[in-house]
């Protein structure tokens, strides 16, 4: 066991929500998400991506990536709020 190996990066979407309860069919909606790095360094360049499913998605319809930020640094033990629109 290497007792002094660097650990691996700690990241997780914490909270994911559409602004409007129910959104209309064929209208804008924003999604916002809250990324929290639980690593003990700071993380950089974390690539968030946003990706939307219809009902019933499976092997032969996957998700379909909507849109990516990035986020240059996360500072350990920070959160970072992101904003996502979908048209």
């Known amino acids: 066991v290497d007792a002094g190996a660097d650990l691996p990066p700690n990241l997780a979407v914490t909270d994911l929500r559409l602004a409007e309860a129910l959104p209309l069919l064929d209208a804008p909606a924003t ?16 690539r968030v991506e946003l990706a939307v499913a219809r009902p019933g998605a499976g092997p032969d319809r996957p998700p379909v990536a909507v849109e990516q930020q990035l986020i240059e640094t ?3 033990a920070q959160a970072a709020g992101l904003t996502f629109l979908l048209e």
């Open 31 to 46: 999604v916002t998400a809250q990324v929290q790095n639980f690593g003990a360094e700071d993380a950089r360049n974390v």
């Open 74 to 76: 996360l500072p350990a």
